[in-house]
């Protein structure tokens, strides 16, 4: 489980103020979407989640331990796929999850048995001997979700994590979270994609300009999809469209107005 308790963060240089008194509790055995915007406060959240960056006020919590007064003890409890793929380009893909392996001090046995199952079912195995350097965008992405599953880490974290894989590497991604959060772990992960929360979530939190507009399921958000409807009327949602992207984009549109 994850909570973020009214944490904040203001960019000093630009005075922007990325995330905004943000409050989410992550259940386990769940998969939960972070939809938002580009530019909407999703990425400097996971990096505070992650002890990445310091949050100017508030506490994250990790199965219950504090990020801020235990780091590596709460670090250990989560993986992360960062939203760039930014590896070691001079190691090979094997020297990079052995790398991994020996940062969180998984066992020999244990890091190939975990390597070779996952390196098999994201079709990279035949190149784990190649150097990162030569490796495409979606080749080092699948190196990356391998490398934070390499310690079974309880809570998997995960930033815009199908942009740049290939149709089966998504598939295969998309599975693995299901089986992560159906075993009981947090899937955490972010998407500026409506379709792809739909598809994938059993709850959701909306984020635009760096607050929390919405929280809650898919039935949830069909509600207020109807509730709105209702109120307004369909001709307000983007051109008649009555899909949960419409919605998405109308919840953004408001908050925005709202906005002073």
């Not at 890091?111 to 080092?140: C, N, T």
């Not at 994590?161 to 590497?169: E, M, R």
């Not at 598809?199 to 939190?205: G, S, V």
Request: glycine fraction near 8%; charge should be negative; charged fraction near 25%.
């Amino acid at each position: 489980m994850i909570e973020l308790k009214n944490i904040s963060k203001t960019y000093t240089k630009s005075g922007t103020k990325a995330v905004d008194n943000l409050n989410l509790a992550i259940p386990d055995g769940v998969i939960y979407g972070f939809l938002g915007p580009n530019g909407a406060g999703k990425t400097t959240t996971i990096r505070m989640m992650t002890g990445a960056i310091a949050a100017d006020s508030g506490a994250i919590l990790i199965d219950g331990i504090d990020l801020g007064q235990s780091p590596l003890e709460a670090k250990r409890r989560f993986g992360l796929v960062p939203d760039t793929p930014d590896l070691f380009n001079r190691l090979k893909a094997y020297e990079y999850l052995n790398f991994v392996a020996d940062v969180y001090r998984v066992s020999t046995a244990e890091r190939a048995s975990v390597i070779q199952k996952l390196a098999a079912r994201f079709e990279i195995s035949d190149v784990l001997k190649s150097p990162i350097g030569s490796m495409s965008r979606g080749m080092r992405m699948k190196l990356n979700l391998i490398a934070s599953l390499v310690h079974s880490p309880h809570n998997w974290i995960l930033d815009e994590p199908i942009v740049g894989l290939d149709p089966h590497a998504a598939f295969a991604l998309k599975e693995l979270m299901r089986e992560h959060a159906a075993s009981g772990g947090t899937v955490f992960f972010s998407t500026h994609v409506m379709e792809v929360a739909e598809r994938i979530c059993d709850e959701l939190a909306i984020i635009n300009k760096g607050k929390i507009i919405f929280t809650g399921n898919l039935d949830a958000l069909r509600e207020l999809k109807e509730s709105k409807k209702a109120r307004t009327g369909s001709e307000t949602m983007a051109h008649d469209d009555e899909s949960l992207e419409a919605l998405f984009l109308a919840l953004v549109e408001d908050a925005g107005a709202q906005t002073p």
